[in-house]
């Protein structure tokens, strides 16, 4: 008897699986049918798009592609590689790689985007809240909609305001010199560094004094909201990992408890102490400073605070809401800024006319004097507008190498039109405005894969002269990057600061000796490519050597 009991057991849990199973694959071969007819409906009504397949939609040519690019190489550049197989495709174009990705609407055209995300102002990509959930719990001014959006990104943007930012050069200089004396500490040094982690922490170190008006000092010491940034960073996913292990991988769960953990430990008296002394009127206005602010005057113009032994602490809900906002800005102001900072270093040292042209700008500025060019510009901050190669050479880097691309919600019934006339609907898709097309379409811009810094120093009407739109670094739009202010100057005081007095040298050629046999390892011909997070590949090994070499 106990036989047969146990022999039904496992028949049971036997059909339980079947069924299970045949759930999966009714509902996959479902949703395969939906989007490829979906596809296919498009095609009859002439929208363009590369050679589709009735059965694997876009895979097969997505795989000619991307088989040509580094396995790490980032998906940004799918767009621009798809532009240069067919450049009679046009700017705008559906791709479908399901189940690998979403049905997406590609938008490489200035006008249409100001359609998308200007005209409309369509909704964040829903898989862009996942992505960053780990970092700001879902409650990101990021991926923030409607009125709450507006109220919130009302409330922080003074404190990313040109005005507000120039105070702050002293701080941001204080970080820069920093930075250049752990450069220089390893001036001498023979073996390879990863310039990516220095200048993380940089960045870190700068957002800090933004956000949260406190020294991080992550440059020379760890403390466990860095550190458990960085770790968390890790582990963020888009929605889409092409490794199934990673999503698998139960470590990933309770690292990111335990990230999360440790963040909010670090952030917690800190939120409190901004809350016990929200009346001092010397506090600057740090983004905590103004959440905390809002805190106080929003309706009634009280707030719930306990009394403690410890003195004021903020309730939980508005605790847990600015921890999720203080995480995001320090995630969003430095990962991004930190890359770019990486491609300044990286395309100076292959444009050695440029790099002679911008130290001669700054010896014009700031003086021959290098070791007087931090003091002068924490006492007279208004010398950063006076260096217009220096701008020039970031908007370039920006140009060509991007750190962000926007992705956005589709809606049923809205269409974005092409400059044909053609109506292209947006429903079901993740319209996908990237600036590696738009920023290398020669439609755009003269010799588009060349650095050239003076397009940015030319008058209107001029050949070089950008078109208005084709510029997408910082987004356009109500949801254009807030911290684009500091990063402008973030990077000009650094350049200021280091391009006279170090040499940076990437050092590929080194890696790659012990590498060898790797596959393939440019993009365009460069070997910085962007990956992960549009950083450069390899974190950008270098040597440092003194500027005078």
């Not at 990021?142 to 943007?157: D, P, S």
């Not at 993009?523 to 390899?538: A, F, K, W």
């Amino acid at each position: 008897m106990k036989t047969l009991r146990s022999l039904d057991g496992y028949v049971t849990i036997l059909c339980s699986a079947t069924a299970l199973l045949a759930v999966a694959v009714f509902r996959f071969l479902y949703k395969l049918y939906h989007v490829r007819s979906h596809m296919l409906q498009l095609k009859k009504r002439g929208l363009p798009m590369p050679p589709y397949h009735p059965l694997f939609g876009h895979l097969p040519f997505a795989y000619k592609i991307t088989s040509k690019l580094p396995k790490d190489a980032h998906p940004n550049y799918l767009p621009d590689m798809i532009r240069r197989e067919l450049p009679d495709l046009g700017p705008v174009y559906y791709i479908n790689t399901w189940p690998f990705g979403p049905l997406m609407l590609v938008v490489s055209s200035p006008d249409t985007l100001h359609q998308a995300l200007q005209e409309r102002n369509l909704p964040k990509y829903h898989a862009l809240r996942t992505f960053l959930l780990p970092i700001a719990d879902g409650i990101d001014i990021v991926t923030m909609e409607g009125q709450l959006w507006k109220t919130w990104r009302g409330i922080f943007n003074p404190g990313f305001s040109p005005a507000h930012l120039l105070k702050l050069t002293p701080a941001i200089v204080e970080e820069t010199v920093k930075f250049c004396d752990i450069l220089k500490s390893r001036q001498d040094e023979r073996r390879v560094i990863r310039l990516k982690d220095l200048t993380d922490f940089l960045a870190l170190d700068v957002i800090g004094r933004v956000v949260l008006d406190i020294e991080l000092d992550s440059q020379r010491q760890s403390n466990s909201l860095v550190d458990g940034l960085r770790n968390q960073i890790g582990w963020l996913a888009f929605g889409g990992d092409t490794n199934p292990l990673k999503a698998l991988n139960p470590m990933r769960y309770i690292m990111r408890s335990y990230n999360s953990w440790r963040m909010n430990r670090f952030l917690s008296p800190v939120i409190d102490d901004h809350v016990s002394h929200h009346e001092d009127m010397n506090r600057t206005r740090s983004i905590l400073d103004l959440a905390v602010s809002a805190y106080f005057t929003d309706g009634s113009g009280q707030a719930s605070v306990s009394a403690t032994p410890k003195g004021k602490v903020a309730d939980p809900d508005f605790k847990l809401f600015v921890n999720a906002q203080v995480k995001q800005f320090l995630f969003s102001g430095h990962d991004t800024t930190s890359a770019s900072i990486c491609y300044l270093f990286y395309a100076l040292s292959c444009h050695s006319s440029a790099l002679k042209r911008l130290r001669a700008e700054h010896d014009e500025v700031f003086g021959p004097d290098i070791d007087q060019t931090a003091k002068l510009l924490s006492e007279n901050p208004i010398l950063l507008n006076k260096i217009p190669f220096t701008t020039a050479i970031i908007k370039e880097t920006l140009r060509l190498y991007p750190s962000v691309s926007s992705v956005r919600e589709g809606e049923s019934g809205f269409n974005v039109t092409d400059e044909q006339g053609r109506q292209f609907p947006t429903a079901g898709c993740m319209v996908w405005g990237n600036p590696h097309t738009i920023q290398r379409d020669p439609a755009y811009w003269p010799s588009p894969d060349e650095f050239i810094p003076d397009r940015w120093l030319v008058p209107p009407g001029d050949s070089l002269h950008p078109v208005k739109g084709a510029w997408r670094a910082f987004e356009w739009g109500p949801r254009n990057c807030i911290g684009q202010e500091l990063a402008m100057m973030e990077m000009k005081i650094i350049l200021a600061l280091t391009v006279r007095r170090f040499n940076i040298i990437p050092a590929y050629e080194e890696i790659d000796r012990h590498n060898q046999g790797k596959g393939v390892n440019t993009v365009l011909g460069e070997r910085g490519y962007q990956i992960t997070r549009s950083q450069p590949s390899g974190d950008l090994p270098c040597w440092v050597k003194s500027g005078k070499e």
